[in-house]
Structure formats: structure tokens, C-alpha cells
């Protein structure tokens, strides 16, 4: 389950530039898209994460050049960064010899050290593209309550059966704190981050105050940061910056602060089927980060995502600043069949005078509030947000 928009940037990707980063949380289906890619062209596979195709990088210009005529797929790059350097050299003496475009895809998890090194030696010749796990705009609306319950990683969408879906999530966020945290190379003790991220399931869609954070993890302030940055250069967690326009309101500062996958959401939380998610004071923020993620994924390149709150109550869940648009778009999200717009939300859309106002419901009509406010499906609002 691939996104078609995703395929076809991927391949203009490599039609005009030489390297083509792809980044995602392990398992979201990076391997399965770049193997489809390979079977439409000559291609090598590398996995960074064998013995074998290591060495057989050990002096990887000698190797690589053999390749020059093939695209080069790099599987992991985060097991070794230092082989950035290597491939600006061959891109370089390439475009001298006219080849220019679609000569490496590297894939990888989104590291810290994977960001640094690639745009430290690659700088102008390499574009990044992010595959998150599946959101509302993929799956259609038959499949979306299941995509609420279980998230986006294709293999728990697709499990026969909720409590298989939940296993292969609780041993998904097994293996990140056992396995690859310890691999990408901060020394994070495994279970003070799974503390770390449960607490933030638990206030899924909340201001950050680190210092809570750090007091209940019996850690300084800085320490924490440094977790949430990992989680966040993982793709695992979203920082969602606050709105700052020239009004002259009190404006929240601090960001908010979202699990990426609803469906690590409710395994963090313990929460096995729809019953339990329906019961669980998480489900509203659950079901506002399902609905945020799915946005921004469906917005165009270069869009900004904001909230935006006051210190007297004005906030909008959403602020998308679309490319080639001089205001936003508002967006309330509600997860119910009658949505009621709150005050805070007219008051907000005084400040912020978007180009158009929604508010997102449960529901599958869409139909006029007030003020210029529609009602809107999840999906519909997605498709609206692709097209602008």
C-alpha cells in the first residue's frame, strides 16, 4: 500500500537530481517503493545492514564505479555516514562525464547523524523525501476507523485481527528502544524513553513543558530535550510549532507535542480494540493527531503547519499555509457526528483572518456552520488541502 503520489515524486525525484534521500520510521514500506523503482530501470540493491554488502563497500569508489551506469540503492545509510563523502565524489566526476541525474537512492530512518552528514557532503545534490506511515487521504473511508485503531505501518493495518495488529506494534516499539535507538548512537537508556514516550501518548495533542517531563523522568531539562529530539528526527513524534503573526494577542509559545501514528499511540497506552479506544480520555486528541497527520502528508510541498492559540482562549487545531496563498487555512477538528464550533475558534479566525475555515468532523456530508465555517469528512478535507 504504497501512496501513488509518493511513487510518482520519487521517480521525478531521480529524473532531475543525482541522489534522492528517502526517510521514514523502519517498516513503513521504504525498501518495498525503492524495489519497486529498481525493477523499472537497471539497479543494485545494498543492504547497509549485511556483512556481506558492507564489505563489499570497504572501498566503495572502487566498487560503486563499477556501478555507474545502474542506479545505486543504499538500504540503512545510517549504518555508515561516512559513505556521504564517497558519493559526492562520484556524482561529481559523473556530471563531468554527463551523468548527472538519478545515480544513488538512499534510504534510511532519519537519524540525526544521517540529516548531518548528507547535508554536510551531498549540499545541491540531493533532494529528501519522507514516506510516514498511512494516513486518512491513502486508506479511503472504509478503512478509516481501522486506521484510528491500528495507525499507518501497512503490516498493523493489515493484520487479520486487532490483537494481532497490537502485538506487532508492542514488539515494533520493542525493538526501536532494544535494538536501533542503540544502533543510531545516542546512549538513551531504552526504558527511560519508552517512559519518555508513553508520557507523551498519554498527553498526546498537549503543550511541551520539558520541565514536567524532566522531573517526572528524574532528568535535567537538557536531557530531555535531547529525547525528544530523537524521537522527532525519528519520525516518530511531531512538534507542532505555535502560530506567530503580527497581532497583538498573548500568544502560546510552547509547541504541542504529538505521537506521529495513532496506532503507537494506543499500544503505548494499552489500548487493544475500538471498545477500549472509545472509553480512553485519549480518543479525541487520538483521533486531532490522526487527522494532523493526515493534513500535512496530503498538503503540497513547502507547506507550513501551525496551531494557534492565545493566553484568552482564542485556538485553531490547524493552520496550513499553502504555497501560493496569502492566508492560511483554519481547521477545528471534532471527532463526533454534530460538531459545534467553539468560540475560541471564531475568536482565533479573527486574529488570524484565514483564506477559508473548516472544521473537521466525523462524519461524511459536508455542509455550512456559520461565518463562512463548512463542515467536512477527514478525506474530503485532505483531497481539498492536495488540490490547493
Known sequence: MIPRRLQLALSSALAEVPAVA??????VGKTTLALEVAGTRPAIYLDLESETDRAKLAVPELYLEQHADKLVILDEIQRTPQLFQSLRGLIDSGRRRGQRKGRFLVLGSASIDLLRQSSESLAGRIRYLELAPLDAAEVGRDRLDGLWLRGGFPESLLAESDAASLRWRVDFIRTYLERDVPQLGPRVPAETLRRLWTMLAHQQGGLLNAAALARALAVDGKTVAGYLDL??????VRRLAPWHG???KRLVKSPKVYVRDSGLVHALLGIGD???LLAHPVAGS????????SLIGAAPGGTGANFFRTSAGAEADLLLALPGHRQPWAIEIKRGLAPKIERGFHHACESVRPERRFVVYGGVE???L????EAISLGDLC?????A
Not at 524521537?231 to 516518530?236: F, G, M, S
Not at 456559520?370 to 465555517?373: E, L
Open 383 to 387: 483531497s481539498e488541502v492536495s488540490a
Open 22 to 27: 528517502l526517510l521514514g520510521p523502519r517498516q
Open 246 to 248: 503580527n497581532i497583538r
Open 274 to 276: 475500538r471498545e477500549a
Open 286 to 293: 487520538s483521533w486531532e493527531g490522526l487527522a494532523i497527520e
Open 366 to 368: 459536508r455542509f455550512p
Open 231 to 236: 524521537l522527532v528526527d525519528l519520525l516518530l
Open 370 to 373: 456559520a461565518d463562512g465555517i
